[in-house]
C-alpha cells in the first residue's frame, strides 16, 4: 500500500545550526501533514502541522514545507539546541473520505545534536 | 490540547498472560486510537476506539488479540491477550483534536513480554 517515508534515518548537527529533516509521501490525496517530536522513553508531542493548501507554515523555530508536485515535507529547526535531540516523524491524514482521520507515519528520523 | 495519561506506564509480563492498558484523557474527545510502536520502530495503528459501539481494527489487528472498550469518552482500554515476546513494544493511545485531524498522544506503555 502507499506509505510514508523519510531519506535520512540518523542526521547528526553542531548546536546552533540549522536541521533539514525530510520526508516523502506517495499518496496524492492526502490532505494533512503533521510533524511530531518523539524523546526517549516518551510519546510523539505535536510539533506543526500543514494542509494541502498551502506550502509553508512557521512555528516557533520551526518551518514546514510541502512540495505537493514531488510530494515531499520537511521540517526546517532554527538554531538547532540539545533539546531537539530525538526522533522526529512525519505522518500523513488521507482525509475523512480517504482515511476517516486516521494517520499514517513515517519510519523517523533520529535527530542528534552535538555540541 | 487535552492532558492524556496511560497505566501502566511500563511493565514486564511472562507470555500467554494478558494485559489491559488504561487510557484517560482530562475531557471528552470524539475519537481515541491505538497504535503500536515496536522497538526502534515507527507508530502502527491498531484499531480505532468507538464510543458505545466495537472498535475498528486495521488489517492484521483483530479484536481476539487486541480487544478494545471505549465506555464513555474520556477512557479506553487496550488488551493484549495471549503475550508472546513478539508483543513485546510501546503501546500508544492517542485523541483527535477539535479540527478532527490532529492528534495528541499519551506517554505510552512500554511492555516487555518475556
Known amino acids: 500500500g502507499e506509505s510514508v517515508g523519510l531519506h535520512l534515518p540518523t542526521l547528526s548537527v553542531q548546536e546552533g545550526d540549522n536541521s533539514i529533516i525530510n520526508c516523502a509521501y506517495s499518496?496524492?490525496?492526502?490532505?494533512?501533514f503533521i510533524w511530531y517530536k518523539q524523546e526517549s522513553g516518551k510519546g510523539p508531542q505535536f510539533i506543526i502541522d500543514i494542509r494541502s493548501n498551502m506550502d509553508k507554515r512557521q512555528g516557533q523555530r520551526v518551518t514546514v514545507l510541502l512540495n505537493k508536485t514531488v510530494k515531499h515535507l520537511s521540517l526546517q529547526i532554527a538554531a538547532t539546541q540539545p533539546g531537539d535531540s530525538a526522533v522526529y516523524f512525519c505522518?500523513?491524514?488521507?482525509?475523512?473520505?480517504?482515511?476517516?482521520?486516521?494517520?499514517?507515519f513515517g519510519t523517523g528520523t533520529q535527530l542528534k545534536v552535538e555540541l | 490540547s487535552a492532558v492524556i495519561s496511560q497505566k501502566p506506564s511500563r511493565d514486564i509480563c511472562q507470555r500467554g498472560t494478558s494485559l489491559t492498558i488504561q487510557c484517560q484523557v482530562d475531557?471528552?474527545?470524539?475519537?481515541m486510537f491505538w497504535y503500536r510502536q515496536q522497538p526502534g520502530q515507527s507508530l502502527t495503528l491498531i484499531a480505532t476506539a468507538n464510543q458505545g459501539s466495537e472498535a475498528t481494527y486495521e488489517s492484521g489487528f483483530v479484536i481476539d488479540k487486541f480487544p478494545i472498550s471505549r465506555p464513555n469518552l474520556t477512557f479506553s482500554t487496550l488488551t493484549v491477550s495471549n503475550m508472546s515476546p513478539e508483543d513485546s513494544s510501546i503501546y500508544l493511545c492517542?485523541?483527535?483534536?477539535?479540527?478532527?485531524?490532529?492528534?495528541?498522544f499519551g506517554p505510552g506503555t512500554r511492555l516487555t513480554v518475556l
Open positions: 492517542s485523541v483527535a483534536g477539535t479540527s478532527r485531524d490532529t492528534q495528541y
Open positions: 499518496n496524492s490525496a492526502s490532505d494533512y
Open positions: 505522518a500523513e491524514n488521507f482525509g475523512p473520505t480517504g482515511g476517516g482521520n486516521k494517520l499514517t
Open positions: 475531557s471528552q474527545v470524539t475519537m
